[in-house]
Nanobody, 121 residues
Framework: QVQLVESGGGLVQPGGSLRLSCAASGNIFRLNSMGWYRQAPGKQRELVAVITIGSSTNYADSVKGRFTISRDNAKNTVYLQMNSLTPEDTAVYYC???????????????WGQGTQVTVSS
């Protein structure tokens, strides 16, 4: 099994910054894409950013230029640097990873437990 541990959420004022981390552990052969999603109250979960195994990135239009996703393959960790935060960024943020347990094996996906980000003055 793969476990994902998220950290870095909290309360921040508008214009502030936060850095989220998500560390994967377990019997992992390879982590493929790693991403961050968020879900605000009363809304559907949406993609925020994703990074491939080759470090190509993709962002939601609403966070382009403000958020940066990165990964440290040695630590099996994905990060989300969030700058210029606004109240509209308030949500529970979830990491998601696609992985394989062995070479040539099928792909799996796993979700973190979520971390609350609140942007408020």
């Amino acid at each position: 099994q793969v476990q994902l541990v998220e950290s870095g959420g909290g309360l921040v004022q508008p214009g502030g910054s936060l850095r989220l981390s998500c560390a994967a552990s377990g019997n992992i052969f390879r982590l493929n894409s790693m991403g961050w999603y968020r879900q605000a109250p009363g809304k559907q979960r949406e993609l925020v950013a994703v990074i491939t195994i080759g470090s190509s990135t993709n962002y939601a239009d609403s966070v382009k230029g403000r958020f940066t996703i990165s990964r440290d393959n040695a630590k099996n960790t994905v990060y989300l640097q969030m700058n210029s935060l606004t109240p509209e960024d308030t949500a529970v943020y979830y990491c998601n990873v696609a992985f394989q347990l062995y070479m040539g094996g099928r792909g799996y996906s796993s979700w973190g437990q979520g971390t609350q980000v609140t942007v408020s003055s």
